[in-house]
């Protein structure tokens, strides 16, 4: 600074304006873009609950379904699973399968037939196993997950496997 | 700019015309006088509306209008993260939006900004209001709780007063004899649909009559000759203090619909008796005091009579203040000028002195 104090005034004020003058101007925009955040999180908040409450949702590990011990053998029962859908098969060899419903390609819903003793995807006709969940053909990229599947005689209990 | 900005500057230019647009802000001026803070009453009004527009889009990504309407409001305020709030600005910023279009259609009134050219600006100011309270009253119904539901059955019990078609137009409104999620029903789709598409055409009208003739200065003023009028460029030092403005009510509203969140109500019973206490919106009190007041003068057998009367009354004085461009005309202060003043100065007091004594008798 002491260089400076010889030029003429107006040489000296300059850069120091320039300062505040950003000064200012980092500090406003700072200001705006905390202004701008603490009306953009409530608003996001608000639009993100129900993904939020589908999330804690999923949370859940296993699910009762009442009276279901009564489903007849070749049947299928349709079920939510948390926020998905998912299906309980009683199978005409008595085996109880459970697994989720959403079909690994595009998320279309998948249908049991008991006819064809397959799992279709209507959309785009995947196929998979019954039994297994495996994807047999079809566009799947991966075979629908197993549950855990409980029979006694008020329900039927299914648990993530 | 650079030669990049610059070329794209000019193809957008080409094609849309922009150096007009700011050939036209750049001579655009804003009269500086005592009584210029009036001016920004409008561009507040206008920030308030666009808050309703933007609160209200997202209130109905949730709301359910007809029976679940309750269940959806307590959705909002109770489940959803913030909706309490975004449905504490929404109701908020409605009242604050009336607060600012009455100040703003007095100080203009006061101004005499009515007079020649300005005639439609007042009348579509008029009818904004209109359309404003319309607004709000069908808004009040929405939640479905029980002020809501009993504000709605009582004010349509105006219109129901009307000699022959008024029992007909509020059964219309209504949608039955009785409030129900008929009612509420088609109070959304006025709400939403309705409203909205009647209100954005003629504030368009208005805020581009309002670019053609300038801002009005008052009388005081106007008898100044020209090199005594003092102006500012409408851009930058208008439109910046006009956004500081909007700035400073955008403050008011966040504290006002966090500290005092809109509450809900029970749900709506209709077998259940009007609650203590209960009483309209602040801006609808004075009309419904008035009424109230009317019927005190004819009790009884003439009940009916004061009812009518009263709706007259208050139609005389709303169609004399509409018209009043056109009674006082003249630029020269006579005596029509001093008329429409002390007609303004009544309509002040009678609007305050009823709202007082409506929320003072409310029991």
């Known amino acids: ?161 | 700019m650079t030669t990049k900005t610059a070329a794209i500057y000019n193809w957008v230019d080409e094609r849309l015309g922009l150096s007009e647009l700011a050939a036209f802000a750049r001579h655009k001026t804003v009269p500086v006088h005592s009584q210029s803070f009036w001016y920004y009453w409008g561009g507040i009004s206008l920030f308030l509306f666009l808050v309703q527009c933007f609160t209200g889009v997202l209130l109905l990504v949730y709301y359910r209008p007809g029976a679940e309407a309750y269940e959806s409001v307590r959705q909002i305020t109770f489940v959803m993260h913030f909706g309490w709030l975004i449905r504490s600005a929404h109701a908020w910023s409605a009242s604050l939006m009336i607060f600012s279009i009455l100040v703003h259609m007095f100080s203009v009134y006061f101004m005499k900004a009515y007079r020649k050219p300005r005639e439609f600006g007042w009348l579509s100011g008029m009818a904004l209001l209109g359309l404003a309270s319309v607004f709000g009253f069908s808004g009040y119904l929405l939640p479905m709780d029980e002020l809501s539901y009993f504000a709605t059955k009582v004010g349509l019990q105006i219109p129901s007063a009307i000699p022959w078609i008024g029992a007909g137009m509020a059964n219309m409104l209504r949608g039955g004899p009785d409030v129900s999620e008929f009612t509420v029903q088609r109070f959304f789709a006025l709400h939403v649909v309705v409203l909205p598409a009647v209100f954005l055409p003629l504030l368009g009208f208005h805020l581009w009559l309002v670019q053609r003739h300038g801002n009005a200065v008052p009388p005081c003023v106007e008898a100044l000759p020209p090199e005594q009028r003092k102006s500012m460029p409408f851009f930058p030092n208008f439109v910046r203090k006009d956004l500081a403005m909007w700035l400073i009510s955008l403050n008011i509203l966040a504290l006002l619909a966090s500290v005092f969140p809109w509450s809900l109500g029970k749900p709506f019973d209709p077998l259940a008796p009007a609650p203590m206490g209960i009483h309209p919106e602040w801006y609808f009190m004075s009309p419904f005091e008035m009424l109230k007041l009317l019927g005190f003068v004819f009790s009884g057998k003439f009940a009916t009579v004061g009812e009518i009367a009263g709706i007259l009354l208050f139609t005389l004085g709303i169609v004399l203040w509409l018209l009043i461009p056109f009674y006082d005309r003249s630029k020269e202060s006579g005596q029509r000028a001093r008329a429409a003043h002390y007609f303004g100065l009544l309509a002040v007091f009678a609007l305050l002195a009823t709202t007082i004594i409506g929320y003072w008798t409310i029991r």
């Open chain 1, 1 to 161: 600074m002491s260089q400076m104090t010889n030029l003429p005034a107006n040489i000296v004020e300059e850069p120091s304006d320039r300062n505040t003058r950003r000064a200012f101007l980092a500090a406003a925009g700072v200001a705006g873009l905390a202004y701008t955040a603490a009306l953009a999180y409530p608003i996001y908040r608000y639009l993100a609950s129900p993904s939020e409450m589908a999330l804690s949702a999923a949370a859940v590990t296993e699910v009762t379904l009442k009276d279901a011990q009564k489903l007849p053998a070749g049947s299928v029962l349709m079920f939510k699973f948390g926020p998905s859908p998912a299906m309980l098969i009683h199978h005409q060899d008595g085996r109880w399968i459970s697994m989720t419903a959403v079909c690994t390609h595009l998320g279309c819903t998948v249908q049991y037939e008991p006819q064809a003793d397959r799992i279709h995807c209507a959309c785009h006709g995947g196929v998979y196993n019954p039994y297994t969940g495996a994807n047999v053909s079809g566009p799947p990229p991966r075979p629908l997950k197993l549950f855990k599947v409980a029979v006694n005689e008020t329900g039927v209990e299914v648990s993530r496997a």
